[in-house]
């Protein structure tokens, strides 16, 4: 099982990117897929995450600018990022909570991170 993040790269400030993730493997099903960061120096957190029945959560600082989406059919989350910041710069890492054919419970699965860099 696993996750395969792509979209990182370096943009202006107000530019746009979109990362996507892929999970794959042995997966029953899936509950939540998302996003977090690590910027240099600080802890990851959250940047949004769907449910399955396609529920956002986004964190307070990326609300109105970030888009997530999800494709249950084909295992994958989208972020749309817009009017990014300076600040938005980070390593971002997909996330998920799934049911794998090997275990009895949901867990946590994390992907590669991908570095997106906004210059002023």
């Known amino acids: 099982v696993q996750l395969q993040a792509s979209g990182g790269g370096l943009v202006q400030s107000g530019g746009s990117l979109r990362l996507s993730c892929t999970a794959s493997g042995s997966i029953f099903s899936i509950n939540v897929m998302g996003w977090y960061r690590q910027a240099p120096g600080k802890e990851r957190e959250l940047v949004a995450s769907?449910?399955?029945?396609?529920?956002?959560t986004y964190a307070e600082s990326v609300e109105g600018r970030f888009t997530i989406a999800g494709d249950n059919a084909k295992k994958m989350v989208y972020l749309d990022m817009n009017s990014l910041k300076t600040e938005d710069t980070a390593v971002y890492y997909c996330?998920?909570?799934?049911?794998?054919?090997?275990?009895?419970?949901?867990?946590?699965?994390w992907g590669q991170g991908t570095l997106v860099t906004v210059s002023s």
């Open positions: 996330y998920a909570n799934m049911w794998v054919k090997s275990k009895w419970y949901s867990d946590d699965y």
């Open positions: 769907i449910t399955s029945g396609g529920t956002p």
